[in-house]
């Protein structure tokens, strides 16, 4: 009897301590959200109002300067849209908006981000500019998530964690895009566009890197990386926690359900965040629809926290699994906001002469732990493979370009800013190195052989260039090569780095060249975790498994 007393009483003694382990780590996870919202409190929703721009129009709409319009998902698996006969849960979920945005205009069936994570891939599209080549080359995160990702168990590879470099990090609202860069805002603003910013920033939440000091004259948004869609406790929302995910044990305690207005003190949307971007870019085209306007509208849908609006998870309940249910409703809320920004264009009378380009910032992530999100493409986010950088990339435009348009010529991020300088009759500046080219000019020479030009990634030792349909890429950590031949093998599957020595050499040496002109990162990468090619994050991993360490 005594025996079971005592093993009763040690074992309530270790769930206590072991309750009152887990409430500390998650106090120690929250902590940085906690400051933050001590030193930047959150105010109840506050009214916005638009800038009323003339009550008639000058000229004819189809006479004037298109309006431009880029909208951008946040981490969208290329299989994630019907577009391309694909969708979420085996095309359970449609996205008839997005899908009808595509066939009115150009489909580029090649399609790449400026990267494979968030941040830089928005700095890339801001300036037609590789983002290496002015340091923006990791994606902005605090300190605590980098201890978190480096003491996280990833299987058989463990993370590297550089102690030794977080003397030289930065705050976190300073990592941002240098003023010295020219941004498509200010470039469209100098040519008489009114410019609005919706949505996720993620380029710099320090005062001079806000969207106001880069070129907007109103926005509405937050400036960190992600963003509650809803007050978890609210009786419309559906949340999905991923506890096997690091990032997500960050991201709830530490994120906010709140927005800025032109550099405002936060305060609480009124409804889900992706329908409350959606619900004021429409005012906004109503107040502007009289005089040009640029728009970057730039959802967090459907980055984590997975959270969806209860009538979207209702009405998609043929997917079984919760948590896909979850983010399929997450991207029917996105494809219903793209929808609804057309619908205004077309009430408007102003759709025909308004230049819309769609994409993501990156591809689907391993984090998320759905198998088919970029199928048929290897990789996730944070791999340079094409499931992490291969993106939708449609450009609308019914006054100039025919529906049902297919391009096969590669296009990517950098082509957006050198697109609408075109449209809108304005100067590329002359005074540094543009990586982008005018996708209009790709349109009009559809049927003929692309511009030579090379791609060019980077984060840290893990580097990658495409040329020709050709795509090296090279890790330092593990020490890898793989070149593929996209041409015939676009899912990379065979590797032709031993087959074929002399592209290799050719290529490698156009790699370094163009390596060796980048700048330095403006702050160092921290966090080096493994992202297994062909696993998503719920997979077993073996050591044999190919993996890159992407450096953050």
């Not at 470039?187 to 320090?206: C, E, I, V």
Request: net charge negative; hydrophobic share 45%.
């Amino acid at each position: 009897m005594m025996n079971m007393r005592l093993w009763i009483f040690l074992a309530a003694g270790a769930a206590v301590l072991a309750a009152g382990f887990g409430a500390f780590m998650h106090y120690r996870i929250g902590l940085p959200g906690m400051i933050n919202r001590m030193r930047d409190p959150i105010l109840a929703t506050q009214p916005v109002a638009w800038d009323q721009g003339p009550a008639a129009a000058d000229t004819a709409a189809g006479d004037r300067q298109p309006n431009i319009i880029v909208i951008l998902v946040d981490d969208l698996g290329i299989n994630d849209i019907s577009t391309f006969g694909g969708g979420v849960a085996g095309g359970l979920l449609q996205t008839p908006n997005i899908d009808a945005l595509a066939a009115r205009g150009a489909i580029f069936t090649n399609g790449y981000a400026g990267n494979a994570t968030c941040a830089p891939s928005r700095a890339a599209i801001m300036t037609g500019r590789f983002a290496t080549r002015f340091g923006f080359e990791f994606t902005p995160a605090p300190v605590p998530f980098h201890r978190l990702l480096g003491s996280f168990d990833f299987g058989p590879h463990p993370a590297v964690y550089h102690a030794d470099r977080e003397s030289d990090a930065i705050p976190l609202d300073e990592q941002g895009l240098p003023t010295s860069e020219i941004t498509m805002a200010e470039l469209l603003r100098d040519q008489g566009y009114r410019t609005l910013f919706f949505g996720k920033w993620h380029l710099g939440g320090a005062e001079e890197f806000q969207p106001q000091n880069q070129g907007f004259d109103e926005w509405l948004g937050f400036m960190p990386g992600a963003a509650l869609f809803m007050d978890v406790d609210d009786p419309d929302v559906v949340n999905a926690v991923a506890d096997f995910d690091p990032i997500d044990r960050f991201l709830w305690p530490n994120l906010n359900f709140a927005v800025r207005h032109n550099g405002s003190q936060r305060f609480h949307p009124d409804r889900y965040m992706t329908d409350y971007l959606a619900d004021n870019a429409v005012a906004a085209i109503e107040a502007n629809a009289n005089r040009p306007f640029f728009m970057y509208f730039a959802l967090n849908a459907p980055h984590t926290p997975l959270q969806a609006l209860r009538s979207d998870y209702d009405a998609l309940a043929e997917i079984e699994d919760e948590r896909l249910r979850v983010y399929a409703a997450m991207i029917r809320a996105a494809d219903r906001a793209v929808g609804e920004i057309v619908a205004s264009l077309e009430e408007q009378g102003i759709a025909d002469n308004t230049l819309i380009v769609f994409s993501s910032d990156n591809g689907g992530a391993s984090y998320v732990g759905f198998p088919e999100i970029n199928a048929p493409y290897r990789g996730w986010k944070a791999t340079f493979f094409e499931g992490g950088i291969r993106v939708p990339m449609f450009v609308n435009w019914p006054a100039r370009i025919a529906a049902g348009t297919i391009v096969e010529a590669p296009a990517a991020h950098v082509d957006i800013f050198a697109t609408a300088a075109n449209a809108a009759g304005a100067p590329i500046p002359q005074d540094r190195v543009m990586d982008g080219i005018d996708m209009l000019g790709l349109i009009d020479a559809a049927d003929t052989a692309p511009p030579e030009r090379d791609l060019f990634w980077r984060s840290d030792r893990y580097r990658v260039l495409m040329r020709d349909g050709w795509k090296l890429q090279i890790s330092e950590l593990p020490p890898r090569t793989w070149l593929f031949n996209l041409n015939d093998d676009p899912t990379e599957q065979v590797n032709l780095a031993a087959a074929e020595p002399d592209r290799l050499a050719v290529m490698t040496e156009a790699l370094n060249a163009i390596d060796a002109v980048q700048a330095e990162p403006i702050w160092p990468s921290l966090v080096a975790p493994p992202v297994y090619i062909d696993r998503h994050i719920l997979e077993p991993r073996s050591v044999d498994d190919e993996y890159v360490h992407w450096a953050n």
